[in-house]
């Protein structure tokens, strides 16, 4: 990979309390509180305090809805990408239905920042192993950097066979698409993710900082909600996925900061200078 020293890489999904619920349906959205901006002023005031920079995947209903989150966002520094329109499952989509969500996402976000977006992030990482055609359609419409790859099996697909979880270029038909799948470590022999989500919350932050200090590669990614105790629950959630949704909730945002203060960050768009592509694995894919 040809990089200097350690490289851990921050990035946030910025979406609504709400998104995660694969039940919730557009016409009920606006029906639900805001939060968004609850903590997410909290997070770039620590980000500044810190001289930190992330790299922020942004649904495009949030740049429609609540453009000045995106500007916030923006006016910090920081790095601006998609993360879908809607929140929908890519894997469960057409070429045709994505291009549309992601057209549209594309130019929601970028009429509000005036900029290009260049990098992307599937919702629940759902560009697996029978989604590769995403990657076209991600080419198509001027990403050239994706962070959607889940090198181990889950719920909403998973990619497995993508081997090790480090930086990488893939290849698809007549694409060549900078990929940064989410990293990995080993516990007791199995290839697990630690570092964002309910992963994150799972974890003792002691688990999360030892995992972290064995990889040349880290990339976590955390959610407004991930910090925010007093959302409202969805009760018809099944028990495993109410543990996941809320499970670790209230001390999140103190193991943030001490992941933070113990680990040197940069965004996408920071760690794409660092690296040598020249010198990573190339993935074909068919």
């Known amino acids: 990979m040809n990089t200097t020293g350690q490289l851990n890489i921050l990035t946030f999904d910025i979406e609504e309390w709400y998104h995660f619920d694969i039940f919730s349906t557009e016409d009920k959205w606006n029906n639900y509180p805001p939060r968004i901006d609850l903590y997410l002023p909290r997070v770039l005031d620590l980000l500044d305090k810190r ?128 990929e940064f799948p989410i990293s990995a470590g080993v516990i007791f022999g199995k290839q697990v993710v630690f570092g964002g989500g309910g992963y994150f919350r799972l974890f003792p932050y002691l688990l999360i900082k030892n ?10 990614y955390l959610h407004m909600r991930d910090f925010d105790y007093e959302q409202p629950r969805f009760k018809h959630l099944s028990a495993m996925r109410y543990f996941k949704s809320y499970y670790g909730i209230k001390q999140a945002y103190s193991k943030f900061e001490k992941m933070l203060d113990d680990f040197k960050w940069i965004n996408v768009e920071q760690a794409i200078q660092r690296i040598d592509f020249d010198t990573v694995r190339r993935i074909e894919l068919s």
């Open 51 to 178: 001289q930190v920079k992330a790299t922020f995947f942004c649904l495009g209903w949030i740049a429609r809805t609540y453009p000045k989150i995106i500007r916030q966002i923006q006016q910090r520094g920081h790095e601006i990408a998609c993360h879908s329109d809607k929140h929908l499952f890519i894997r469960e989509m057409t070429p045709e239905s994505f291009h549309n969500d992601l057209r549209l996402a594309l130019d929601s976000i970028e009429n509000v920042t005036g900029q290009k977006v260049h990098s992307f992030r599937a919702p629940a990482f759902t560009i697996s192993e029978d989604a590769t055609w995403a990657f076209e359609v991600l080419a198509q419409n001027g990403i050239e950097n994706d962070c959607s790859i889940f090198p181990t099996a889950r719920s909403f697909g998973g990619f497995p066979s993508f081997g090790e979880a480090t930086p990488a270029l893939i290849k698809y038909k007549n694409c060549l698409m900078k």
């Open 211 to 220: 995992l972290m200090s064995r990889l040349d590669y880290n990339i976590t």
